[in-house]
Nanobody, 125 residues
Framework: QVQLVESGGGLVQAGGSLRLSCAAS????????MGWFRQAPGKEREFVAT????????YYADSVKGRFTISRDNAKNMVLLQMTSLKPADTAVYYC??????????????????WGQGTQVTVSS
């Protein structure tokens, strides 16, 4: 059974930082891209960042570019999201996503078949 488990969410003041982790089990994702998405109340789930299998190519939503950094540790089967200069608009449930089919990173949520349960990030003003 494939599982993605996120951790590291919490409450932080605007301008602060958080680091999210996603631990995968049940299969290795070391040869596939992985991604982070988020969903705010009343809104659709949106793309945040994605990374290729080797970790040397990353892509970000314009809203987080320059503030968030996605990385991965294939030896540990993990993907990370370092978030800095957080804003109240970043408040959402953050989800880790994985694919067994993708060869290249994708910003489309329908490209990923594995999802974590999400971790809440709340940024206060």
């Amino acid at each position: 059974q494939v599982q993605l488990v996120e951790s590291g969410g919490g409450l932080v003041q605007a301008g602060g930082s958080l680091r999210l982790s996603c631990a995968a089990s049940g299969r290795t994702f070391s040869t596939n891209p992985m991604g982070w998405f988020r969903q705010a109340p009343g809104k659709e789930r949106e793309f945040v960042a994605t990374i290729n299998w080797s970790g040397d190519r990353t892509y970000y939503a314009d809203s987080v570019k320059g503030r968030f950094t996605i990385s991965r540790d294939n030896a540990k089967n993990m993907v990370l999201l370092q978030m800095t200069s957080l804003k109240p608009a970043d408040t959402a449930v953050y989800y880790c996503a994985g694919s067994s089919k993708l060869g290249f990173p994708s910003a489309s949520r329908i490209s990923y078949e594995y999802w974590g349960q999400g971790t809440q990030v709340t940024v206060s003003s």
